[in-house]
C-alpha cells in the first residue's frame, strides 16, 4: 500500500501561482502512476494531470500550458505547478497514486483562485 500527504494549497489571486506537493510513502517502488485530481463544489472530480514512471505526463485540457507536473527521480514526490490561475481552477485538489495492487488518495488540499 502507498500513503499520500499534500501540502501547498491556499487563496491566491487571478493570474498567480501555486505549487502543490505530495509525499508517498510506503510501496513507492510499485507505483506505475501519479496524478493529481479536482473537485469543485457540485462537480465530479476530474483528472488534472498525471505522470507515470518514465516521466509521460498527460493533462486536462484547460490547464495546458499552465500547469505543470513532476515527479522527482526517487519517485516518492509529485509536483504540480500552478501558473496563471483562473477562479474556475478552485476546488480541492487530491494526489493519487496507482499500482498493481492499490489505487490510493490524498487527503485533498483547497486551492481557492478569487480577488
Known amino acids: 500500500q502507498v500513503q499520500l500527504v499534500e501540502s501547498g494549497g491556499g487563496l491566491v489571486q487571478p493570474g498567480g501561482s501555486l505549487r502543490l506537493s505530495c509525499a508517498a510513502s510506503?510501496?513507492?517502488?510499485?507505483?506505475?502512476?501519479m496524478g493529481w485530481y479536482r473537485q469543485a463544489p457540485g462537480k465530479e472530480r476530474e483528472l488534472v494531470a498525471s505522470?507515470?514512471?518514465?516521466?509521460?505526463?498527460n493533462y486536462l485540457d484547460s490547464v495546458k500550458g499552465r500547469f505543470t507536473i513532476s515527479r522527482d527521480n526517487r519517485g516518492n514526490m509529485v509536483y504540480l505547478q500552478m501558473n496563471s490561475l483562473k477562479p474556475e481552477d478552485t476546488a480541492v485538489y487530491y494526489c493519487?497514486?496507482?499500482?498493481?495492487?492499490?489505487?490510493?488518495w490524498g487527503q485533498g488540499t483547497q486551492v481557492t483562485v478569487s480577488s
Open positions: 505522470i507515470n514512471s518514465i516521466r509521460t505526463t
Open positions: 510506503g510501496s513507492i517502488f510499485s507505483i506505475s502512476v
Open positions: 493519487n497514486a496507482r499500482g498493481p495492487r492499490f489505487d490510493s
